[in-house]
């Protein structure tokens, strides 16, 4: 699917149509993963933030750049994809990884990322995900963020 957008408000409304979408194509066998590419300021952390929202996070969302790494606990009011801690829920937790200022994939290793990977009931968002391919799974989502013919133009394309 691709997507042109012209403001950061409609980059935050396509977030949250594909935060519907997610509910299709959810496995349950290991976390959910996106991973986000484009070049800084193409718009990452304005997607997630639109998605987040939409997850049910209230707190202000800000993009992980110098703690690499920052989690949400999701309620289950929120939305249909969110169930808190009950049984059968699609999603309990979400973690936001900026993988910027990583060197290489062993240093995600540190944060837990495989034990964040192993639990189904996360959504793990990860932007500059290049830095760490090797630590990867082969099943996840891209989405990329590249900037159009204007200044605001943004083109996102969701694989």
Not at 46 to 64: A, D
Not at 88 to 115: M, N, P, Q, W
Not at 133 to 138: F, G, I
Request: proline share 4%; hydrophobic share 40%.
């Amino acid at each position: 699917m691709q997507y042109q957008t012209t403001s950061p408000v409609q980059t935050k409304k396509i977030a949250r149509l594909f935060a519907e979408e997610i509910a299709r194509t959810k496995s349950g066998k290991h976390a959910f993963v996106v991973v986000f590419k484009g070049d800084l300021g193409a718009g990452k952390t304005t997607f997630i933030q639109g998605l987040l929202r939409e997850l049910g996070v209230k707190k202000k969302i800000v993009s992980p750049t110098f703690t690499l790494l920052r989690s949400y606990a999701l309620s289950s009011r929120a939305h249909p994809l969110v169930g808190g801690e009950a049984e059968g829920s699609v999603f309990t937790k979400a973690h936001h990884f900026d993988c910027y200022r990583i060197g290489d994939a062993s240093e995600i290793k540190e944060l837990g990322f495989k034990e964040l990977l192993a639990d189904p009931q996360n959504i793990i968002l990860i932007e500059w995900p290049e830095r760490i391919a090797k630590a990867l799974p082969r099943e996840k989502i891209t989405v990329t963020l590249s900037y159009g013919e204007t200044i605001n133009e943004r083109i996102i394309e969701v694989k």
